[in-house]
T-cell receptor, first 111, second 116 residues
Framework: DAKTTQPTSMDCAEGRAANLPCNHS???????VYWYRQIHSQGPQYIIH???NNETNEMASLIITEDRKSSTLILPHATLRDTAVYYC????????????FGGGTRVLVKP | NAGVMQNPRHLVRRRGQEARLRCSPV?????VYWYRQLPEEGLKFMVY????????ESGMPKERFSAEFPKEGPSILRIQQVVRGDSAAYFC??????????????FGQGTRLTVV
């Protein structure tokens, strides 16, 4: 099981920020939150990951709540090329560090 | 997706034939994961290997599927006596030697297997 809950789908407007929520209420203290995306039939693309502090890179920002039970991935200026399925994953040491993908959020960026 | 090379990108096999899928990890990476994605479905973990060792094969079908990651050369996922239900995209990911929960894994572009 993926240990995360995400909305099935969401739309956002091109040029606007896209905020993708994820719940991971059973996360343990040393487990990281990872975000990947899969653009139509391509290989999953790493976006960002974090433990408890907010993180930012050239692709996105990750905001993790203080209690670590949820997080939000922010795409600051969504483009049409950001249309993809976005996966929020909690990486579990007990599961051999592998990434377990759930259903993800299907994000459609509209002009 | 930097550096993980999978080949072939597309593979067509007749029922009963063998399929061999290759994954060359990022240079210096010694951890390899294989995933399968059936049409219109999510990514399912199959197997996790380090050089010359299978660490976790909990997602591998019990029959006809095998994987290896030799000391030299790419990782190989082998499917014997393929059936139509094996038609899927197979993705490989790799992580570096110093692997931990804080280390990202990078995926290849996948091999799309079609069984006719």
């Amino acid at each position: 099981d993926a240990k995360t809950t995400q909305p099935t789908s969401m739309d956002c407007a091109e040029g606007r920020a896209a905020n993708l929520p994820c719940n991971h209420s059973t996360i343990s203290g040393n487990e990281y939150v990872y975000w990947y995306r899969q653009i139509h039939s391509q290989g999953p693309q790493y976006i960002i990951h974090g433990l408890k502090n907010n993180e930012t890179n050239e692709m996105a920002s990750l905001i993790i709540t203080e209690d670590r039970k949820s997080s939000t991935l922010i795409l600051p200026h969504a483009t049409l090329r950001d249309t993809a399925v976005y996966y929020c994953i909690v990486r579990v040491e007990a599961a051999g560090n592998k990434l377990t993908f759930g259903g993800g959020t299907r994000v459609l960026v509209k002009p | 997706n930097a550096g993980v090379m999978q080949n072939p990108r597309h593979l067509v096999r007749r029922r009963g034939q063998e399929a061999r899928l290759r994954c060359s990890p990022v240079k210096g990476h010694s951890h390899v994961y294989w995933y399968r994605q059936l049409p219109e479905e999510g990514l399912k973990f199959m197997v996790y290997l380090q050089k010359e060792n299978i660490i976790d094969e909990s997602g591998m079908p019990k029959e006809r599927f095998s994987a290896e990651f030799p000391k030299e050369g790419p990782s190989i996922l082998r499917i014997q006596q393929v059936v139509r239900g094996d038609s899927a995209a197979y993705f490989c990911a790799s992580s570096p030697e110093s692997f931990s929960l804080n280390t990202e894994a990078f995926f290849g572009q996948g091999t799309r297997l079609t069984v006719v």
